[in-house]
Structures are given as C-alpha cells and as structure tokens.
C-alpha cells in the first residue's frame, strides 16, 4: 500500500525556523515533492529530492532519507505570508508515469 | 502564474446532471493530470494523459472520463453527478513522463453539486 504521514496542523512565530516533516511508505520511490498551497488556490512547487541529503533554496530547504522513508521541509525567518498548507507528495515508481501520491497536508499558521 | 489554465473557475449545478472541465497546459507540456481535493481527503490523483494517449489511471469513478485533445489541452467529463463530488478539481502540467519533471497546477474548478 502506499502511506504519507504528516502532522495536521503546525503553529509557528514570525522570524522563526519551523520544520514540517513528512513521513511515507510507498510501493516503489522515484522523487518526494514539497508543495505549498494557500487555501482555496493552486498548490505552487517548492521542492524536489530524489537522492539523500538536504536542497536549499532561499528560505526555504528540503531533506530526505530514503532508507527511513523520511523528508522535512524548513522554512527559515517566517513571514505572515508562509501561513498555509504544505503538501508532501511522492512520485509513484510504476510504468510509463509520474502521477503524485500527496499526503493531506499541514496546515501552518504564522503568529506575529 | 503556472501557465495552466482551468475553465470554468466556478460551476454549480444539480444531482444527477453532467458537466465538463477544460485545462490547457503549459506551452510545451505534453503531460495533463487532473486531481481532486476535497475537505476531508487532500489531494486525490485522478488520471494523467501524455500526447493524447491515457498514461495512468487513479481512484477515477467510471461516472467520470476524460480526454486529452490533439492541440493537448484536456476536458474532464463528470456525469451522473452527486453530493459527494462536490471538490476543487485541479489540472496539473509536466513536460513529459519523467520522475524529475514538475508538475505545475492550474487555479482549479470549484464545483459545487446541490
């Protein structure tokens, strides 16, 4: 079968780091995406890993081991604006495809 | 912007009718996928169209079919509709089949089923 846990909901202060992690359990791997999503809108690409380690872009950073089936995404000096959903989503490994299997996202609230 | 474009933005209709939703994907994107998002289950991959031909199917019901156009823009064809399919449908696009491509989402159809 095929599993992406990550935490519902996550509480964060502007200016600080907050790390979301995502766990999954799939049938095959080939590539964990990040995607952020403002409610009622289009999830927007954030980031991509296929081999092991860590992907910076700006404020913004991505982990993963495959052999613990593990990624985390790290958003660094929070701002108003980074309050919204962040999926996880794994590209499923079968034939001639690269559909997405998401998880069902965590839902980050920025404070002031 | 992704590039993607969905038509209608919002559409509401009644149990038991048919509607259709169109996506153009990106310029240069052959790949079309379509998903739906509703409240309590997240996003749920539907089918994924490559150059006109069916690539891969997901938890598509049979009331629902699509097509991918020879221009590559596709329609999702929803029938016999009831209360339950009431959703954001997203179109998503990708340059082609590979793990590394990118899929960009188009703004979605709210589709409301009263």
């Known amino acids: 079968g095929q599993n992406i846990d990550q935490p519902t909901e996550m509480t964060a202060t502007e200016g600080a780091i907050v790390q979301i992690n995502c766990t999954y359990q799939?049938?095959?791997?080939?590539?964990l995406f990040w995607y952020q999503q403002h409610a009622g809108e289009a999830p927007t690409f954030l980031s991509y890993n296929v081999l092991d380690g860590l992907e910076e872009k700006g404020r913004f950073s991505s982990f993963l081991s495959r052999s613990k089936g593990y990624s985390y995404l790290l958003l660094k000096e929070l701002q108003m604006k980074d309050s919204a959903s962040y999926l996880c989503?794994?590209?499923?490994?079968?034939?001639?495809?690269?559909?997405?299997?998401f998880g069902t996202g965590t839902l980050l609230a920025v404070q002031p | 912007d992704s590039g993607v474009t969905q038509t209608p933005k919002h559409l509401i209709t009644a149990t038991g009718q048919r509607v259709t939703l169109r996506c153009s994907p990106r310029s240069g994107d052959l790949s079309v996928y379509w998903y739906q998002q509703s409240l309590d289950q997240g996003l749920q991959f539907l089918i994924q169209y490559y150059n006109g031909e069916e690539r891969a199917k997901g938890n598509i019901l049979e009331r629902f079919s699509a097509q991918q156009f020879p221009d590559l823009h596709s329609e999702l064809n929803l029938s016999s509709l009831e209360l339950g399919d009431s959703a954001l449908y997203f179109c998503?696009?990708?340059?082609?089949?590979?793990?590394?491509?990118?899929?960009?989402f188009g703004p979605g159809t709210r589709l409301t089923v009263l």
């Open positions: 799939t049938s095959g791997f080939n590539g």
């Open positions: 989503a794994v590209r499923d490994l079968g034939g001639a495809t690269n559909k997405l299997i």
């Open positions: 998503a696009s990708s340059v082609g089949t590979s793990g590394s491509d990118t899929q960009y």
